[in-house]
């Protein structure tokens, strides 16, 4: 097992309690002696809780098997709702990044090509910046008709909320567009673990997020990507609703055990990873199954 420095730890995790998080002691600190007493130590409450979306926040299956298809589904009617006189001219990075390997030149843009470029830059998971500028419009236009509604999980309202009672910043960090992101939060359905709905209803829960961080910072497996979301928080600081302090001590929370190692290896964050459906992942770190341990520590920081 790997150690991490400010290391997180859940004791007595097993597979059979993969839903029973209750029972376990979320341990922040130094991984010592003093963990290993299985003494409760106090938490020094962080002044910001950043959190990855895609399998923390949000079921992994949201984005396969709900936003991705909607793209590919929709996107020749989307790109039909386009009024700007302007063609498909600012996707032609797009369908260049598509046609890289055949060195082809397009000499005209068309609706068709465009439509398939998107699809199958979609289905590859292209981190294209355009293209997910381009699926970000098109989640728009897909939460404004009402068909999408943002898979969220139900403790994700109650971990904002206590947040924003502890005076502590809640930010996002993700891949996918920030527009993406507030779009996913401004229309969330509260999700079971399992995925499953509980209302019909969305809630708008970007009031309770500060900030958000997309691939334009870096990639989430590189290092420096996290010292510089920490540079951003302290230099915006000014726009929060409280402020952030150079040092300031960051909780970052993602199902990626290469985000976590990045996170911690830059030295600036506390990278705690969280496994929805602990047990069955096999992973050698220590996790957290899901927001409850987090809660429990922060009412009692
Ligand atoms: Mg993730």
Redesign the pocket.
Same mark, same amino acid.
């Given at each position: 097992m790997r150690l991490r420095s400010g290391a997180e730890l859940i004791r007595g995790a097993s597979s059979e309690k993969a839903q029973g998080s209750m029972k376990r002691k979320l341990l922040l600190g130094k991984r010592d002696d003093t963990l290993r007493a299985k003494k409760k130590v106090a938490v020094e409450k962080p002044s910001v809780i950043l959190l #990855?979306? #895609?399998?923390?926040t949000t079921p %992994?299956s949201f984005v396969s098997n709900v936003l991705f298809p909607f793209v590919s589904e929709n996107i020749t009617t989307f790109l039909r709702t386009q009024k700007d006189g302007t063609g498909f001219e600012r996707f032609r990075e797009i369908v260049e990044a598509a046609e890289a390997d055949s060195g082809a030149e397009p000499a005209k843009l068309s609706l068709p090509m465009v439509a398939e470029c998107v699809s199958k830059l979609t289905a590859q998971r292209s981190a294209l910046p355009l293209l997910k500028t381009l699926q970000g419009e098109v989640y728009a236009w897909g939460y404004s008709t009402g068909e999408l509604k943002g898979a969220v999980f139900e403790d994700v309202e109650v971990l904002l909320k206590l947040c924003q009672g502890k005076n502590i910043l809640a930010a996002t960090y %993700?891949s996918g567009s920030v527009n993406a992101q507030k779009l996913l939060f401004s229309h969330a359905q509260s999700v079971s673990s399992s995925g499953k709905a509980h209302a019909a209803e969305v809630v708008d829960l970007t009031p309770l997020i500060s900030e958000y961080f997309d691939g334009t910072v870096g990639s989430?497996i590189d290092s420096s990507s996290y010292r510089t979301i920490a540079e951003l928080l302290e230099s915006n600081a000014k726009d929060y609703p409280r402020k952030i302090d150079n040092g300031a001590k960051i909780w970052f929370i %993602? #199902?990626?055990e290469a985000?976590v190692d990045a996170c911690n290896a830059s030295g600036r964050m506390t990278g705690i990873l969280i496994d929805r459906n602990l047990g069955q992942s096999g992973s050698m770190h220590d996790v957290i199954g899901n927001f409850q341990p987090i809660i429990t520590a922060l009412h009692q920081a």
């Open positions: #990855d979306i #895609d399998g923390t %992994s %993700s989430k %993602s #199902d990626s985000e």
